[in-house]
């Protein structure tokens, strides 16, 4: 009996407005956390982003260790800020896999909205704020 390929989530992405520490404005935020807790490292999470137009791709890279080998515990985590999105967008996430997952997304001037999820998806999307230092 082959293995089955697990089709639980692996990843939380939250989207959400932060200000931005230097300027005082808003910045969209959006982080990526492991589902799964280390227990050893925080280890990150790589991304890299394309916008084009209203599309968003964010792929996940996989995870790489910190540079301080300082234990510590908790999910892995990525994150991307951007400061001029406005209007609806086509988000692409793609894991190392493969696994692709596409939300549509609408990024008003206070608020995100998630307008359309897929059936499966490979990541949980929430528009809820997360402290991240």
């Known amino acids: 009996m082959a293995n089955k390929k697990s089709t639980e ?4 992405l939250n ?6 520490e230097q300027t005082r404005k808003k910045k969209l935020a959006f ?3 492991t589902i799964q807790e280390f227990v050893s490292f925080q280890y990150h999470v790589l991304l890299k ?3 084009v137009g209203n599309r968003i791709q964010l792929n996940i890279a996989g995870l790489s260790a910190p540079s301080a080998l ?11 800020e951007y400061s001029q999105l406005r209007g609806n ?3 692409v996430i ?7 997952n596409e939300f549509r997304i609408e990024v008003g001037p206070d608020e995100v909205r998630i307008l359309e999820t897929p059936k499966n998806p490979v990541i949980l999307v929430s528009t809820e704020p997360v402290i991240h230092s």
Do not use: H, N, Q
């Open 9 to 12: 989530p692996e990843y939380r």
């Open 15 to 20: 989207i959400f407005y932060r200000p931005d």
């Open 31 to 33: 982080l990526v956390r």
């Open 49 to 51: 982003d394309e916008i």
């Open 70 to 80: 300082m234990p510590g515990g908790g999910p892995a985590v990525g994150f991307k």
């Open 89 to 91: 967008y086509s988000l």
């Open 94 to 100: 793609k894991k190392l896999d493969g696994a692709t």
